[in-house]
């Protein structure tokens, strides 16, 4: 009997020794956890934890392609044509973008001419002597040139339809003035100043911004047949009251404030920061930030079941 209780013993140690030893066979819903289980938890063959880990490591790795989306602040402005939304892009310009959001906040666009509309562009931003407005403190200041952004590069430095930019008279002379891109062509955005800090969100560009009014073309400094905008020297020294009385037919910018939290454009369309013609490819993209993140889960998810499986099978 003692005997036969030794060899009982003996046994049981066996079988218990032999699960231990292969504890993947059993699978995951098994009695025991499966080898999914056993990895999440850290408890893996060879090195604990790996996998565990590159799947933390693989969702960190959307997190950028989020902040990027994220990155972008709503400006929505009122025009005497209706309103606009503009998105600003600090990782395009970050110059450039934080110098036009603290011009926002000052309420620098308030009430203001757009003085120079010639079918290629839209300039506004210069204001007069005696403005009260709190942006008088910097709105002769200048800032640096913001490097060219890639999509400026890739696009042979010209701005698209629908971007901003600042208007200026050398390098880094950027101050207030600013202009929507209206009608690309290849020299405007060559100037080191030129580069797009925000672009006209939703279908603003032909709902609000191609109506302004364009009759008075040019600024008069450049001599041209369409050369009829106000003379920015009579602008400084008399205000909108110069605007109204020589140029009744003048469109202004109203008033720009900052959107918080992001809203929805007013109507949703083709985004203008492309060509024309690209919103298939605008929304084959859009949405390309999760489709990386679920491409690189799944192939995480990938590496776990062909772990699970080549254990088993040793």
């Not at 392609?65 to 005497?80: D, F, K, N, P």
Request: hydrophobic residues 35%; neutral net charge; proline residues 7%.
């Amino acid at each position: 009997q003692k005997q036969h209780h030794h060899h009982q013993q003996q046994h049981q140690q066996h079988q218990q020794q032999q699960g231990d030893g292969e504890p993947e066979a059993r699978g995951v819903g098994g009695g025991r956890r499966g080898c999914f289980e056993r990895v999440m938890a850290g408890q893996g063959q060879g090195q604990p934890g790996r996998l565990r880990l590159l799947l933390l490591l693989l969702l960190l790795a959307t997190v950028p392609s989020a902040a990027g989306e994220a990155a972008s602040v709503r400006v929505r402005c009122t025009t005497t044509k209706g309103a606009v939304d503009i998105d600003v892009h600090p990782e395009w310009a970050p110059r450039g973008a934080e110098r036009y959001l603290d011009l926002v906040r000052r309420g620098h666009f308030n009430n203001l001419g757009l003085c120079r509309v010639n079918g290629e562009l839209v300039q506004f931003g210069e204001d007069w002597r005696d403005r009260r407005e709190s942006s008088v403190a910097i709105r002769h200041v200048n800032i640096q040139d913001d490097p060219k952004p890639p999509g400026q590069v890739a696009n042979g430095m010209a701005l698209k339809r629908g971007q901003m930019s600042y208007a200026g008279g050398g390098p880094n002379t950027r101050s207030a003035s600013v202009f929507f891109t209206v009608r690309p062509n290849p020299y405007l955005g060559r100037e080191p100043w030129e580069v797009p800090f925000a672009e006209v969100a939703g279908d603003g560009m032909e709902r609000v911004v191609d109506k302004f009014y364009g009759g008075y073309g040019d600024f008069q400094i450049f001599k041209c047949p369409n050369c009829n905008a106000p003379d920015l020297t009579q602008y400084w020294l008399r205000g909108n009251e110069y605007l109204k009385e020589s140029f009744p037919k003048l469109d202004y910018m109203l008033e720009c404030h900052i959107v918080e939290p992001p809203l929805p454009s007013i109507s949703q369309h083709t985004p203008h920061g492309l060509p024309a013609g690209n919103e298939e490819e605008y929304r084959a993209g859009g949405d390309g930030g999760a489709a990386n993140a679920c491409f690189l889960i799944a192939l995480g998810l990938a590496c776990l079941w062909l772990r699970c499986t080549w254990t088993r099978i040793k």
